[in-house]
């Protein structure tokens, strides 16, 4: 099974291209945090950054609703590319191919947590 499942935030904005063959193609990077405490007890962050690619009508979409900073939940497939650099240097990446899209907002109660609410993706 190639599954990937990832909540964070845009990045950047979406990016969206046309294909010499005429298929609509959107990139956008999304940034997920990640907390822990070492052996020691002191607290550490780290963000990793997740390079997602969406096709046709997926691709308008996200072209159209997402903005820099957005929360997002994707679902999709891991896929590998190779290419050559412009020093003609082999160079390989991993995107998530875009199969769901949800956009989430996040909320703080009275008590100071956040809880993840899901927002309605609504067509004109």
Known sequence: MNKAMLIGRLAADPEQRTTT???SVCFFPIAINRDWKSSDGQKSQ???YHRVVSWQGLADVCSKHLKKGMGVYV???LM???FNGNNGE???MT???LETLNILDWLDDKNGTKEVVLKELVED
């Open 80 to 82: 590998n590319r190779a």
């Open 21 to 23: 063959s005429g298929k």
């Open 75 to 77: 679902e999709g497939r």
């Open 46 to 48: 780290a963000t990793d």
């Open 90 to 92: 082999k160079k390989y």
């Open 95 to 97: 995107e998530i191919v």
